[in-house]
Every structure is written in structure tokens, then in C-alpha cells.
């Protein structure tokens, strides 16, 4: 297999990996109140991030690493528990579909991305940062239908901090699938190309040590 090839395997996987990042972690909100705090703070500093180079957004495997394993979990058998983090991974890759077939909205949030990078009174882990990319994903994508129901434990659900972090990580979710799509991922790649994809987080995982920058790898 071609380097060139490989690495457009890589950087496909590295933003599917994302995808089910923002997806594995708004599960734990959901249910348990409280998610990985590093990967969180990757996944919703991805959103304000202008690259479009994936390796510039996830720099290190570190702040994929519920990504990455939850991809592999997914791909490698199919578990009850895996069943809503999938759903919400297919949603949003459907939700950013829509998105893109919307120009007056795509410009409304990047706009108030732009805004928010030049207002840079809060780190993006700031409650603060959190409720406005919350807000943000709730008065934009929020009202697309099909909504994202996502389900948990009503405790956390109702709590407005749980909440405005879940829909921040929503939005992240939005921004690797747009990643995905312009590395040419496509959904039906998920079916037959399972192995190829898991062969390729062995190579990723083999690379380099967790902690090493990925472009290095």
C-alpha cells in the first residue's frame, strides 16, 4: 500500500476516531455526570480550531485515546453498550450533511467561532467557553431535525451544566465528521472497510508512544 494511501487511511481514522470521541463522551455525561477530562478538553478545542489538517487539531494520541478505543470497540463486535455511541456517531455525520446543504447556518456558527476566538477571555474547559458552545449548538443545529435525542440518567440530563457540555461536545462531534468528509470518508466505507480501518489504528497505536505528537508518527 502506497504511503499516500496510508496516510489518507491514517488521517480518515484519526477523524473518525473523533467522531466517536465526541459521541463516547456525551454517553458518559449522560449517564455517569462526568467524562475524560483531557479528550474532553481536545474534542471541544477542535471546534475553534481553523485547520483543517487533522494531525494539527488531535496532535497527540493522548487527547484521542477515548477515540481511538471506542472506535475499535465499535468495529470489533457489537455490544449493547457500544449501541447509543454509535447511534450518536451516525447522527452527527447525517447532522454535518446537513449542515453543509445550509450555507446561511454553517456562516452563522462560523462566525461566532471567529468571534469567540477573538474573545479569548476563558480556556475552552471554562464552564464559561462550555455554555457558549453550547448555546451555540442549541440555537443552530439544535433545531435541525431529526434532533439528537441522547439518552442517560435524568439527573445529569437536567443539569445545566451536564447539558451545555453535552450539546459543546455535540458540535465537536459536528466538526470530525466535517473533518472526515474532507479526507473523503464516507458512511458506507464504515461497512466494508472495517478491517482496513482496524488495521490502521494498530499501525497508528504501534507508531509511537501515547504521549508522542502524531505528525511524528
Known amino acids: 500500500m502506497s504511503k499516500e494511501v496510508m496516510n489518507k487511511l491514517e488521517n480518515q481514522t484519526l477523524a473518525l476516531a473523533g467522531i466517536l470521541q ?5 454517553d458518559q455525561l449522560a449517564s455517569k455526570g462526568i467524562c475524560h477530562s483531557e479528550c474532553s478538553g481536545a474534542s471541544l478545542g477542535s471546534i475553534v480550531n481553523t485547520s483543517s489538517n487533522v494531525v494539527d487539531i488531535f496532535d497527540s494520541k493522548a487527547k484521542l485515546s477515548v477515540g481511538m ?5 465499535v468495529l ?7 449501541q447509543a455511541i454509535t447511534f450518536y456517531a451516525l447522527s452527527l455525520i447525517n447532522l454535518e450533511k446537513k449542515l453543509m446543504k445550509n450555507p446561511a447556518l454553517l456562516d452563522t456558527i462560523t ?3 471567529n468571534t469567540f476566538n477573538k474573545q479569548t477571555f476563558f480556556e475552552i474547559t ?3 467557553s462550555i455554555a457558549r458552545l453550547g448555546e451555540l449548538y442549541k440555537s443552530t443545529l439544535g433545531g435541525l431535525n431529526p434532533r439528537i435525542m441522547v439518552k442517560g440518567e435524568q439527573l445529569y440530563l437536567s443539569n445545566d451544566r451536564t447539558a451545555n457540555h453535552i450539546r459543546a461536545l455535540l458540535l465537536s462531534g459536528i466538526r470530525a465528521a466535517s473533518l472526515w468528509k474532507s ?5 458506507w466505507h464504515l461497512l466494508i472497510n472495517k478491517r482496513k480501518i482496524l488495521k490502521t489504528i494498530e499501525v497508528i497505536e504501534k507508531s509511537a508512544s501515547p504521549s508522542d505528537n502524531l505528525a511524528q508518527s
Do not use: C, F, P, R
Not at 465526541?22 to 456525551?26: D, G, H, N, P, R
Open 22 to 26: 465526541s459521541a463516547a463522551l456525551v
Open 69 to 73: 478505543s471506542t472506535l475499535k470497540a
Open 76 to 82: 470489533s463486535k457489537k455490544t449493547k453498550s457500544m
Open 111 to 113: 462566525a461566532e467561532i
Open 126 to 128: 471554562h464552564t464559561n
Open 183 to 187: 479526507q473523503g470518508g464516507k458512511t
